[in-house]
Nanobody, 126 residues
């Protein structure tokens, strides 16, 4: 059973940066496609960024392109999300997710992911 544990959330001023981490246990990170999603109260969970099993395929939502960067360290069993130039609209709970069947491509749909972390709150204030 794959388990995901996010960390690194917090409160930051507009324009600031945060780095989220997702520690994977119970499975090999190099066999998983991974993604970050976010959710605010009353809204559906939305795709932020995904990375394929081999790391060669990455995709970003338009609203984070140029600001967020996904990376993975398979040896450390950890995926990262570096978030720069944060905006108030980035405030949300951020979830790490694992896709056991993505192959060489990342996937952007919530239903493609089999395992989820508990989420970490990111708050951007002005």
């Amino acid at each position: 059973q794959v388990q995901l544990l996010e960390s690194g959330g917090g409160s930051v001023q507009v324009g600031g940066s945060l780095r989220l981490s997702c520690l994977v246990s119970g499975g090999s990170l190099d066999r998983l496609g991974m993604g970050w999603f976010r959710q605010t109260p009353g809204k559906e969970r939305e795709f932020v960024v995904g990375i394929s099993q081999n790391g060669r395929s990455r995709g970003y939502a338009e609203f984070v392109k140029g600001r967020f960067t996904i990376s993975r360290d398979n040896g450390a069993k950890t995926m990262y999300l570096l978030m720069n130039n944060l905006k108030p609209e980035d405030t949300a709970v951020y979830y790490c997710a694992a896709d056991t069947d993505g192959g060489d491509y990342y996937r952007g749909g919530v239903r493609a992911y089999d395992y989820w972390g508990q989420g970490t709150q990111v708050t951007v204030f002005s």
